[in-house]
């Protein structure tokens, strides 16, 4: 209850605007009693963004099969993240991000720890599985997922941060997610391996 509210009270206000006590009052409650909870508003954000982050983590780590085959499992892995990234929950969150970064730099950190860093670090970690197992050229792991992500957030996501479309489009993610991977599987093919394509 208290992190749903809060999540759309810092959607709705921003991060400046927002207060302990305008969470409390949205809540119905006191401010001594969200302050016994969470101590300040930087970690009241952490534990939003935390809920959020935590629950795509879960449905990344089922994507990730190392036994499956590799270009699908990283498709879907693609349209599972770029599916998030486009939502409108995540767009308006990074424009937050941006909007208000500069000023509260301690946002902009509590965001990529919880959020960028820990889905490259579970893509580094399946993606090492795969160097091992000869499926890519061995390479740095986490150079590697950023890549991969990079190139996911490069279409439609991007699109509607700079607000070109408002809503997005399944076709479109199917094909900034095989697009990101046919780039993806050429630049790490195994070494001495024919291009892929």
């Known amino acids: 209850m208290i992190l749903t509210v809060a999540q759309d ?14 969470i409390a009052a949205a809540l119905g409650g006191s401010k001594g009693t969200l302050w016994n909870y969470f ?17 795509y983590r879960t449905r990344l780590s089922q994507i990730l099969d190392p036994e499956g085959d590799l270009a699908l499992t ?3 892995a693609c349209i599972s993240l770029i599916t998030k ?13 941006i909007s208000e970064g500069g000023r509260f730099p301690e946002l902009s ?13 579970m893509l580094a970690d399946f993606l090492e599985g795969a160097m091992a197992r000869g499926q890519l050229r061995t390479a740095d792991t986490t150079n590697a997922a950023r890549a991969l992500m990079s ?17 997005p489009d399944p076709a479109q993610i199917e094909q900034d997610a ?12 195994p070494d001495g391996a024919p291009p892929q394509g």
């Open 85 to 97: 990234v486009t939502s409108p929950e995540a767009i308006a969150l990074h424009r937050l991000i």
């Open 9 to 22: 009270y810092f959607m709705d206000h921003g991060y400046a605007g927002t207060t302990m006590s305008g």
């Open 39 to 55: 101590p300040s508003k930087d970690q009241l954000f952490a534990a939003v963004l935390d809920r959020v982050a935590g629950a």
């Open 178 to 189: 095989t697009f990101a991977v046919d780039l993806f599987m050429r630049a790490y093919a």
């Open 151 to 167: 190139l996911c957030m490069a279409g439609s996501h991007h699109q509607l941060l700079m607000a070109q479309i408002k809503e």
């Open 109 to 121: 950190q509590i965001f990529f720890e919880l959020a960028p860093r820990n889905t490259r670090a």
């Open 74 to 76: 990283l498709h879907r």
